[in-house]
């Protein structure tokens, strides 16, 4: 069966989250969790991040579900991202190494 173009969108941030070492967990839509959970939880440099994917051109389609958990996440100082991409997950741990070096410059 073919993957629809979201899951390819998983996948390749799966792999680029697998690349860089980051520990990551899917949460599995089974109706006994949190409704609008977003797809991927990530801890990397003792960060924790949550990436909500879509489908490449469908970035806006964010359910208010997805968007209180999302919200919720970010009110913890977490980040919570909606990407239709993984260049886009790409940047955003970018910006977070940079972050995490300029912080330890400081040290």
């Known amino acids: 069966m073919p993957m629809t173009p979201e899951a390819k ?4 941030v799966k792999e680029y989250l697998q690349s ?3 520990w990551y967990y899917m949460p599995v839509s089974n109706g006994m969790g949190r409704v609008g959970c977003p797809d991927i939880l990530v801890c990397y440099s003792g960060r924790f991040l949550a990436f909500e994917t ?3 051109g469908k970035i806006k389609n964010v359910t208010p579900n997805q968007l209180r958990e999302i919200n919720g996440i970010q009110r913890a100082n977490g980040l919570a991202h909606v990407v239709d991409d993984v260049a886009q ?7 977070l190494d940079d972050q995490i070096i300029k912080a330890g410059a400081g040290d």
């Open 54 to 56: 879509k489908a490449p």
């Open 20 to 22: 860089i070492g980051a």
């Open 89 to 95: 997950v790409i940047a955003i741990m970018e910006e």
């Open 9 to 12: 969108v998983k996948k390749k």
